[in-house]
């Protein structure tokens, strides 16, 4: 890679990792607008045609990229359960898990299908525990490898999600948080982690434009108490609130770009790995199963809200599957 093809990844980096550097009291002055700068400069790198394609970067990055645009550019945002996303004219109105389901699903439909868990089944979308669990299982090499767990917090980057679930999950109620990191680690003087948070949420965190008068989408300071390996141990949702302990774990995107995998969901389906996308869908008729394209040569095919266990999805590149999963 050339010098002049990795300065778009160097000027993200570095517009994550300023506002966290300066003064907590310039943070809420200087935040938006370096995001907006970034945005722009990133948009006029791939004008001039110095900006790789999707494929040629991380997959957590280009999430980040993509949010941290939503935001620079959103107009209005309300917390609520049901999701209604306009990133035309700018409107965010969504909880949590409905902001990094929307990314998914639109930008990155395999890794969207393959957050999995056994809470909340009963509905058609991940919730916050449902990213826990996803994350949780990648840690113990329960995963489906395309998701990992990141066990140190100074590992943890831009694009990478945190999530956290209650421990009593009741019918109706939140199953925790989930959210998108957006700065670099800080180690504040008491041995706490500063981190950079994107979400929606209905309680606003440190250094954060939302007021109890406009909750929804925006971003904020969480703090991380750590043990000597690095791994939480607690957090705060805000300085001076009260220390959760509620089970946390960070999530990263596998970055499996043109790899072949026959890692079945379910019996059988690793058959249909190697394929012409003509003979694969010809076998998913024959088997009765329902099936369509989520990703073709690079390009992700966005994918409805809701999972259906029963459904195969291809990724093909020229002309062939290379990988299928259920959902």
């Known amino acids: 890679m050339t010098a002049w093809s990795s300065l778009p990844k160097l000027i993200f980096k570095a517009a994550n990792t300023l506002p966290a550097l300066m003064s907590p009291l310039l943070i809420t002055q200087t935040a938006s607008t370096t995001r907006v700068f970034v945005t722009a400069a990133l948009l006029a790198w791939g004008s001039i045609g110095w ?6 970067a991380e997959p957590g990055q280009l999430f980040a990229e993509r949010l941290e645009s939503m935001v620079s550019r959103m107009t209005e945002t309300t917390y609520q359960a049901q999701t209604e996303i306009n990133e035309e004219t700018g409107s965010l109105k969504c909880d949590c898990s409905g902001l990094m389901s929307h990314v998914l699903r639109h930008h990155f439909p395999e890794a969207y299908l393959s957050v999995r868990g056994m809470e909340g089944q009963d509905r058609k979308r991940p919730l916050a525990v449902t990213f826990y669990e996803t994350f949780a299982a990648a840690g113990e090499g329960k995963g489906n490898g395309r998701w990992m767990q990141v066990q140190n917090i100074m590992e943890v980057r831009p694009g990478d999600l945190l999530a ?51 909750l929804g989408v925006g971003s904020g300071d969480m703090f991380f108490p750590v043990d000597q390996k690095g791994k939480v141990t607690g957090f705060y949702v805000r300085d001076g609130g009260p220390r959760s302990t509620n089970a946390l774990a960070f999530g990263r995107m596998v970055d499996l770009a043109e790899q072949t995998s026959e890692v079945a969901d379910m019996p059988g389906d690793e058959k249909f790995t190697g394929l012409d ?4 869908e010809a076998l998913a008729d024959k088997r009765k199963i329902q099936s369509r394209v989520i990703s073709q040569d690079g390009r992700s095919i966005p994918v409805v809200m809701a999972h259906t266990p029963g459904r195969i999805n291809f990724v093909v590149l020229k002309g062939k599957v290379i990988r299928a999963l259920r959902g």
């Open 51 to 56: 900006v790789g394609s999707a494929s040629s």
């Open 164 to 214: 956290w679930r209650k421990d009593t999950i009741e019918q109706g109620e939140s199953s925790g948080h989930v959210g998108m990191v957006a700065s670099a680690p800080i180690v504040e003087k008491d041995g706490r982690v500063r981190l950079r948070i994107i979400d929606s949420t209905r309680g606003p965190h440190t250094n954060d434009l939302r007021t109890a008068e406009s």
């Open 277 to 280: 996308l003509k003979a694969a």
